[in-house]
Protein backbone atom coordinates (compact mmCIF):
# COMPACT_ATOMS: atom_id res chain seq x y z
CA UNK A 1 0.00 0.00 0.00
CA UNK A 2 1.36 3.35 -0.87
CA UNK A 3 1.46 6.21 1.83
CA UNK A 4 -0.82 8.82 1.67
CA UNK A 5 2.24 11.73 1.71
CA UNK A 6 5.38 10.81 0.42
CA UNK A 7 8.43 13.50 0.05
CA UNK A 8 11.47 11.62 -1.49
CA UNK A 9 14.86 13.60 -1.62
CA UNK A 10 12.84 16.70 -1.91
CA UNK A 11 14.91 19.99 -2.62
CA UNK A 12 12.97 23.34 -2.50
CA UNK A 13 13.90 27.34 -2.70
CA UNK A 14 13.12 30.04 -1.80
CA UNK A 15 14.15 31.85 -4.93
CA UNK A 16 18.19 31.53 -4.93
CA UNK A 17 17.95 30.30 -1.20
CA UNK A 18 18.24 26.45 -0.62
CA UNK A 19 15.99 25.40 2.23
CA UNK A 20 15.36 21.75 2.16
CA UNK A 21 18.53 19.53 1.31
CA UNK A 22 17.16 15.61 0.36
CA UNK A 23 14.00 15.89 2.93
CA UNK A 24 12.45 12.57 2.98
CA UNK A 25 8.97 12.10 4.58
CA UNK A 26 6.18 9.61 4.68
CA UNK A 27 2.80 9.45 6.57
CA UNK A 28 0.66 6.58 5.77
CA UNK A 29 -3.34 6.50 6.16
CA UNK A 30 -4.66 7.52 9.14
CA UNK A 31 -1.19 8.18 10.43
CA UNK A 32 -0.21 10.99 13.54
CA UNK A 33 3.09 12.19 13.15
CA UNK A 34 4.61 15.35 14.65
CA UNK A 35 6.79 17.40 12.53
CA UNK A 36 9.44 18.96 14.91
CA UNK A 37 12.91 21.49 14.87
CA UNK A 38 14.07 24.35 16.09
CA UNK A 39 12.85 27.61 14.08
CA UNK A 40 14.41 27.89 10.70
CA UNK A 41 15.43 24.51 9.87
CA UNK A 42 12.67 24.53 7.63
CA UNK A 43 9.82 22.49 8.79
CA UNK A 44 6.92 25.26 6.98
CA UNK A 45 9.23 25.20 4.03
CA UNK A 46 7.87 21.46 3.76
CA UNK A 47 4.31 22.53 3.56
CA UNK A 48 4.96 25.20 0.97
CA UNK A 49 6.26 22.77 -1.36
CA UNK A 50 3.67 20.91 -1.23
CA UNK A 51 1.92 23.68 -1.93
CA UNK A 52 3.73 24.99 -4.74
CA UNK A 53 4.78 27.96 -2.76
CA UNK A 54 8.67 27.11 -2.60
CA UNK A 55 10.38 25.55 -5.77
CA UNK A 56 10.60 21.93 -5.76
CA UNK A 57 13.92 21.49 -8.05
CA UNK A 58 14.74 17.78 -7.15
CA UNK A 59 13.49 14.95 -5.92
CA UNK A 60 9.54 13.90 -5.55
CA UNK A 61 6.63 14.60 -4.18
CA UNK A 62 3.09 12.22 -4.18
CA UNK A 63 -0.01 12.30 -2.64
CA UNK A 64 -2.09 8.81 -2.70
CA UNK A 65 0.62 7.08 -5.45
CA UNK A 66 0.04 10.31 -7.66
CA UNK A 67 3.19 12.32 -8.31
CA UNK A 68 3.02 16.42 -8.52
CA UNK A 69 5.90 17.46 -10.38
CA UNK A 70 5.51 20.72 -10.45
CA UNK A 71 3.20 21.15 -7.39
CA UNK A 72 0.02 24.12 -7.25
CA UNK A 73 -1.47 25.04 -4.32
CA UNK A 74 -4.89 23.32 -5.59
CA UNK A 75 -3.38 20.06 -6.32
CA UNK A 76 -3.34 18.47 -2.89
CA UNK A 77 -6.77 19.28 -1.56
CA UNK A 78 -8.11 18.09 -5.22
CA UNK A 79 -6.08 14.75 -3.91
CA UNK A 80 -7.10 15.12 -0.35
CA UNK A 81 -4.32 16.68 1.61
CA UNK A 82 -5.16 20.26 3.14
CA UNK A 83 -3.82 22.64 5.42
CA UNK A 84 -4.72 24.46 8.78
CA UNK A 85 -2.12 27.18 8.39
CA UNK A 86 0.58 29.30 10.51
CA UNK A 87 -1.41 32.70 10.99
CA UNK A 88 -4.53 30.94 9.71
CA UNK A 89 -5.13 33.03 6.72
CA UNK A 90 -9.04 33.55 7.34
CA UNK A 91 -9.95 35.46 4.52
CA UNK A 92 -11.03 38.74 5.55
CA UNK A 93 -14.29 39.82 3.31
CA UNK A 94 -15.99 36.95 3.99
CA UNK A 95 -18.29 35.45 6.85
CA UNK A 96 -17.36 32.14 8.92
CA UNK A 97 -19.79 30.31 7.12
CA UNK A 98 -18.43 31.57 3.59
CA UNK A 99 -15.06 30.80 4.82
CA UNK A 100 -16.23 27.46 5.94
CA UNK A 101 -17.60 26.92 2.84
CA UNK A 102 -14.45 27.63 0.79
CA UNK A 103 -13.26 24.48 2.12
CA UNK A 104 -15.93 22.80 0.78
CA UNK A 105 -15.53 24.18 -2.87
CA UNK A 106 -13.28 20.76 -4.37
CA UNK A 107 -16.81 19.12 -3.64
CA UNK A 108 -14.63 15.93 -2.61
CA UNK A 109 -17.28 13.45 -0.64
CA UNK A 110 -16.29 12.74 3.05
CA UNK A 111 -18.80 13.27 6.21
CA UNK A 112 -17.46 16.49 6.88
CA UNK A 113 -20.72 19.18 6.15
CA UNK A 114 -21.31 22.36 7.49
CA UNK A 115 -24.00 21.18 9.73
CA UNK A 116 -20.97 18.92 11.22
CA UNK A 117 -18.49 21.64 11.87
CA UNK A 118 -21.25 23.94 13.74
CA UNK A 119 -21.61 20.05 16.08
CA UNK A 120 -18.02 20.48 16.58
CA UNK A 121 -17.66 24.28 17.24
CA UNK A 122 -20.94 25.54 18.53
CA UNK A 123 -19.39 29.45 18.20
CA UNK A 124 -18.72 29.53 14.73
CA UNK A 125 -22.49 28.73 14.30
CA UNK A 126 -23.42 31.14 16.73
CA UNK A 127 -21.35 33.80 14.58
CA UNK A 128 -21.53 31.83 11.43
CA UNK A 129 -22.55 35.66 9.49
CA UNK A 130 -19.64 37.39 11.53
CA UNK A 131 -17.06 38.39 9.53
CA UNK A 132 -14.10 35.65 10.18
CA UNK A 133 -11.42 38.11 11.23
CA UNK A 134 -13.74 39.77 13.81
CA UNK A 135 -13.46 36.35 15.58
CA UNK A 136 -10.89 35.99 19.01
CA UNK A 137 -7.42 34.34 17.72
CA UNK A 138 -9.01 31.03 19.35
CA UNK A 139 -12.29 31.03 17.69
CA UNK A 140 -10.30 31.75 14.45
CA UNK A 141 -8.51 28.62 14.97
CA UNK A 142 -11.47 26.62 14.92
CA UNK A 143 -12.32 28.45 11.72
CA UNK A 144 -9.44 27.44 10.35
CA UNK A 145 -10.11 23.45 11.25
CA UNK A 146 -13.39 23.61 10.62
CA UNK A 147 -12.01 25.11 6.78
CA UNK A 148 -9.59 22.64 6.41
CA UNK A 149 -12.30 19.47 7.70
CA UNK A 150 -14.76 20.66 4.96
CA UNK A 151 -12.75 19.90 2.21
CA UNK A 152 -12.75 15.80 3.65
CA UNK A 153 -9.35 15.03 3.98
CA UNK A 154 -7.23 12.01 4.10
CA UNK A 155 -4.59 14.24 5.60
CA UNK A 156 -4.50 17.10 7.66
CA UNK A 157 -1.47 19.52 7.62
CA UNK A 158 -1.62 21.76 10.90
CA UNK A 159 1.32 24.12 11.07
CA UNK A 160 2.12 25.44 14.35
CA UNK A 161 -2.07 25.17 15.46
CA UNK A 162 -1.97 26.24 18.82
CA UNK A 163 0.69 28.89 18.78
CA UNK A 164 -0.43 32.18 21.11
CA UNK A 165 -3.77 30.69 22.31
CA UNK A 166 -4.85 30.00 25.65
CA UNK A 167 -4.68 26.66 27.68
CA UNK A 168 -8.45 25.71 27.54
CA UNK A 169 -8.66 26.66 23.51
CA UNK A 170 -5.22 24.20 23.40
CA UNK A 171 -6.98 21.49 25.61
CA UNK A 172 -10.50 21.54 22.96
CA UNK A 173 -8.59 21.77 19.87
CA UNK A 174 -6.33 18.63 21.03
CA UNK A 175 -9.60 16.67 21.91
CA UNK A 176 -10.42 17.53 18.16
CA UNK A 177 -7.50 16.36 16.51
CA UNK A 178 -7.45 13.24 18.29
CA UNK A 179 -11.12 12.59 17.34
CA UNK A 180 -10.62 13.18 13.79
CA UNK A 181 -7.62 11.08 13.49
CA UNK A 182 -9.66 8.31 15.46
CA UNK A 183 -12.05 8.37 12.76
CA UNK A 184 -9.39 7.88 10.45
CA UNK A 185 -8.05 11.55 8.82
CA UNK A 186 -4.06 11.38 8.83
CA UNK A 187 -2.39 14.25 10.78
CA UNK A 188 0.96 16.47 10.14
CA UNK A 189 1.57 18.39 13.29
CA UNK A 190 4.03 21.04 12.64
CA UNK A 191 5.05 22.11 16.37
CA UNK A 192 7.83 23.27 18.64
CA UNK A 193 5.26 22.09 21.97
CA UNK A 194 6.57 19.07 22.89
CA UNK A 195 3.20 18.53 25.40
CA UNK A 196 1.10 19.06 22.08
CA UNK A 197 3.16 16.46 20.11
CA UNK A 198 3.28 14.28 22.75
CA UNK A 199 -0.42 14.23 22.99
CA UNK A 200 -1.16 14.29 19.84
CA UNK A 201 1.28 12.09 17.95
CA UNK A 202 2.14 8.61 17.85
CA UNK A 203 5.50 9.17 15.66
CA UNK A 204 8.20 12.20 15.23
CA UNK A 205 10.05 13.15 12.11
CA UNK A 206 12.60 15.83 13.27
CA UNK A 207 14.00 17.93 11.21
CA UNK A 208 17.66 19.92 10.86
CA UNK A 209 19.36 22.21 8.23
CA UNK A 210 16.10 21.82 5.89
CA UNK A 211 16.41 17.83 6.14
CA UNK A 212 14.73 14.80 8.12
CA UNK A 213 17.91 13.84 10.61
CA UNK A 214 15.52 11.40 13.47
CA UNK A 215 12.30 9.93 13.45
CA UNK A 216 10.65 7.49 16.43
CA UNK A 217 7.78 6.66 18.20
CA UNK A 218 6.27 9.36 20.63
CA UNK A 219 6.06 8.10 24.16
CA UNK A 220 7.11 8.56 27.49
CA UNK A 221 10.83 7.17 26.53
CA UNK A 222 11.10 9.60 23.70
CA UNK A 223 10.39 13.00 25.63
CA UNK A 224 13.96 13.27 26.01
CA UNK A 225 15.35 12.68 22.45
CA UNK A 226 12.20 15.04 21.36
CA UNK A 227 13.18 17.95 23.44
CA UNK A 228 16.90 17.65 21.74
CA UNK A 229 15.80 18.20 18.75
CA UNK A 230 14.33 21.77 19.66
CA UNK A 231 16.63 23.42 22.32
CA UNK A 232 18.45 25.86 21.09
Same mark, same amino acid.
Not at 56 to 68: A, K, M
Not at 87 to 96: F, S
Not at 218 to 227: K, P, R, Y
Given at each position: MKPLLELSNV???YGAAHVLHDMCLSIEAGERVGLIGRNGVGKTTVVNTILGVAR??????????? +? %?SRPRA???????? +????????????????ENLLLGAAIRRKGPWTISR???LFPILKERSHTPGTALSGGQQQMLAVGRALMSNPGLVLLDEP +???LAPVIVDQLVDIFR??????TALLLIEQNMSLVMRVAGRYVAMAKG???AEGK????? %?????RHIAV
Open positions: NAFLRGGTISIDGQ +T %LYQPAQLGV +TVVPQGRCIVANLTVEIYE +TEGMVADEGSAVVDANS %LEQLH
